[in-house]
């Protein structure tokens, strides 16, 4: 697992290009409509539901049912970083191509509390709306980041540790709050 200052379990690390490729940028918004299709066919709420019913009645949380949700998590998280510049290579459907994401397996019997799991989306709320304005100036760097990537070919460092400390965020609230492999409140931080 990659190492965090504050032993949260869920981590994401994502690779920082020197160069990347003008032309793919360029029309890096059509590029990803094929992969995104795919990715809405699989993401129908079969996250959340199934595995809030087996924690709630079943105790249990199969390892199979994880590692599922944690490749869908992966999937997507490849896929958001293609379309917001941070990565070249095309989305790859079972490779972490420079998307490192560590979420731990739970042990539903000693870590997960018997109704937790039917208020932590309540209990996220705050993380929500603070992503919801993070994720707006992450846009913004994204665009502004386009330009860059355009005259450059770089990705400005600083912009791109911002939108990769966002993407942390929403990793651990939603492992929190829709994956329910934590009971650990996420912390408010971009960082490890």
């Excluded at 459907?93 to 989306?121: F, R, S």
């Excluded at 386009?146 to 791109?160: C, D, E, H």
Aim: hydrophobic share 50%.
């Amino acid at each position: 697992m990659i190492e965090s200052n504050n032993n949260y379990p869920v981590s994401l690390k994502i690779d920082y290009s020197e160069k990347l490729n003008r032309l793919t940028s360029f029309f890096r918004v059509f590029m990803v409509i094929p992969i995104w299709i795919i990715l809405i066919l699989l993401n129908n709420g079969i996250l959340f539901i199934p595995t809030l019913l087996m924690i709630l009645f079943r105790k249990k949380y199969p390892k199979w049912w994880f590692d599922w949700n944690v490749s869908i998590i992966k999937f997507c998280f490849r896929i958001f970083s293609y379309l917001i510049l941070l990565r070249d290579e095309y989305p790859s459907t079972d490779q972490d191509q420079g998307v490192h994401i560590e979420i731990a397996y739970p042990d539903v019997k000693k870590e997960l509390k018997g109704g937790m799991p039917l208020v932590k989306w309540f209990l996220a709320i705050p993380h929500f709306f603070i992503l919801k304005f993070l994720y707006f100036v992450l846009y913004i760097c994204t665009i502004i980041a386009w330009f860059s990537i355009l005259f450059t070919g770089t990705y400005p460092k600083g912009m791109f540790d911002f939108v990769t400390g966002v993407m942390r965020w929403s990793l651990r609230v939603a492992a929190y709050s829709f994956l329910l492999t934590t009971d650990k409140y996420p912390p408010f931080s971009l960082y490890e």
